[in-house]
């Protein structure tokens, strides 16, 4: 008999469990509380610069696993587009001094031996000084890890761990950010290749996704807001939406994917992260030179990342708390200013727009980490999935794709039970 399962949220995370369950032959329903799937993930008609544009730039790497498998599974993994080789152009805007940092192909980090693929003006040593950092337990500090100063921190160390935990390193879980050193600069070139969705999110990892649920007899319902759950013998019996409720036959199960502060109102006793972090991002109607590369770093500015894409310049800021009551039109002039430098552009200001999320991703330091629950709760057949779950990497793509995994190979468990 066709067992069923119930997802709660059609973030990333639930539409990677839905999509495993449904291959799975599991007859899959996902009710989402707002109108729109993705969450954070996700593309929009902009009306201020008459484009689609993401609702934050999210970059994959080629070593997201999951990620990728995700993206495969929904035909879509040719959307991920970026360069052949793992390599990232850099700009200082203090100094105007330009470089390439060459990851290679290889599934070793050799390029640290080749002098001309290094961040400039560094020697292995200073790389080496990073190991510490890869085997740091999760109770650690960055700074307490490794040196949060010189050149290499400044050029690279730290604007990808800005990027990946959304705060100031040193004030972050070494053992996170070891995770991201493991499977990114010490997995070589391979596992580096930066990849973008350059026809937006929502077309390459969430629209794909639902067509092929309701390709499969899935039923996806939005506006639909779980209230509560009924319970008993230590499982779930039915789901209360306010309007009406839906029974839990025995043998189904229950996916919640929605963000901590929801999945706690509906599991009182839920230990969940209390500390949020901002990002902001700024979208400019703007078409890129034809030589600039898909994605810049950038240091010495404002703006850390500016992404090229067809009509468009884009950037991210991490850790933007700062910066979420500044007056937009202020913020957009700034953050312009640094786009013409990096991107060796000029104009006075396009079109513009920023989007500012102001809890964007858990805090990323030891004691919010510490409160990141498993996939598995006190309730037989509910399970939990999102980024701010326990998935061993901070909140990012690949760590929502991987706890829609864990809590779908929970449900697959059940049924072998």
Sequence with gaps: MQKTVHIIGAGISGLSAAVRLANANYKVHVHEATQQA????????????????????HLLLSGNRHALA????????????????????????????RWLLDLGDSRLPLWVLDESRRVPDTGLADYLGLMPLIWSGKDRLVKDAIRCDGTLYRRLVQPLLLAALNLDPPEGSAGLAGAVVRETLLAGGQACRPLIARDGLSAVLVEPA?????????????????????????????????????????????????????????????????????????????DPPRDAPPILGVVGGLVE??????????????????????PREELAQAIWRDVCKAGSVAGELPPWQIVRERRATFEATPEQNALRPGAA?????????????DTGLPATIEGSVRSGDRAADHVLAMSQV
């Design 210 to 286: 639902i067509k092929l649920l309701q390709d499969k007899g899935a039923s996806v319902r939005f506006s639909h807001e779980l209230r509560e759950f009924a319970t008993s013998k230590g499982r779930v019996t039915e789901l209360n939406f306010g309007d009406d409720s839906i029974a839990i036959a025995p043998g189904d199960a229950v996916v919640v994917a929605v963000p901590p502060r929801s999945a706690a109102s509906l599991l009182p006793g839920l230990k969940t992260p209390t500390k949020f972090r901002a990002i902001v991002n700024a979208h400019f109607r703007f």
């Design 70 to 97: 995700y993206a495969r599974s929904i035909g879509t993994e040719a959307g991920l587009v970026g360069p052949k080789l793992a390599q990232f152009p850099f700009v200082d805007l203090s100094t105007g001094q």
């Design 377 to 389: 709760t006190g309730l037989k057949n509910l399970f939990l999935a999102g980024d701010w779950t």
């Design 305 to 326: 990342w500016l992404f090229a894409f067809p009509q468009r310049l884009s950037v991210t800021i991490s850790n933007g708390d700062r910066l979420v009551d500044m």
């Design 38 to 57: 993705g969450g954070r993930c996700r593309s929009y008609f902009d009306a201020a610069t008459n484009l689609t544009i993401d609702n934050g730039n």
